[in-house]
């Protein structure tokens, strides 16, 4: 079965909240694992030498909810992309009324906990950034 215009839409969305979603997770639990299993949102930075270091990190748990539930998304729609693709190219199945439903809830439940990620990450970044720039250091550029 051809899938229509607006089925294609859905999946071309899928496919990027997955992508989104995984590079999400990757990041932070890069970046924690960047400062020794420290969380740096909301943190204060010091200067340690040359280099920057957490001299009040926040709870591990801010990083690890941020990248849990950018983590589920992506598995979710990963999960999803998957099914759909499957069910309407291969099945040639049609929705139910009760699955999407289901669906709409688990989607409305994904979403906020992405934007409560959103919050946590952009304020938590904010922070950090905040206590950098108060450091006041001038970074001279190395001359060749």
């Given at each position: 079965?051809?899938?229509?215009?607006?089925?294609?839409?859905?999946?071309?969305?899928?496919?990027?909240?997955?992508?989104?979603?995984?590079?999400?997770?990757?990041?932070?639990?890069?970046?924690?694992?960047?400062?020794?299993?420290r969380c740096?949102?909301?943190?204060?930075?010091?200067?340690?030498?040359?280099?920057?270091?957490?001299?009040?990190?926040?709870?591990?748990?801010?990083?690890?909810?941020?990248?849990?539930?950018?983590?589920?998304?992506?598995?979710?729609?990963?999960?999803?992309?998957?099914?759909?693709?499957?069910?309407?190219?291969?099945?040639?199945?049609?929705?139910?009324?009760?699955?999407?439903?289901?669906?709409?809830?688990?989607?409305?439940?994904?979403?906020?906990?992405?934007?409560?990620?959103?919050?946590?990450?952009?304020?938590?970044?904010?922070?950090?950034?905040?206590?950098?720039?108060?450091?006041?250091?001038?970074?001279?550029p190395l001359?060749?």
């Amino acid at each position: 079965m051809a899938l229509s215009w607006l089925q294609r839409v859905e999946l071309a969305l899928f496919a990027a909240a997955f992508l989104c979603g995984a590079v999400a997770a990757a990041a932070m639990t890069r970046t924690q694992g960047s400062f020794s299993g420290r969380c740096p949102l909301y943190g204060v930075a010091t200067l340690n030498g040359s280099s920057l270091a957490l001299s009040r990190p926040s709870a591990p748990s801010l990083c690890y909810f941020v990248a849990g539930a950018s983590g589920l998304l992506a598995l979710y729609c990963l999960l999803l992309l998957l099914f759909w693709i499957y069910s309407s190219c291969i099945e040639d199945s049609h929705r139910g009324a009760i699955g999407l439903r289901i669906a709409l809830a688990i989607s409305a439940i994904a979403v906020f906990l992405v934007l409560v990620s959103a919050c946590i990450l952009r304020f938590g970044t904010r922070s950090l950034c905040n206590s950098i720039i108060s450091l006041n250091t001038t970074i001279r550029p190395l001359l060749g």
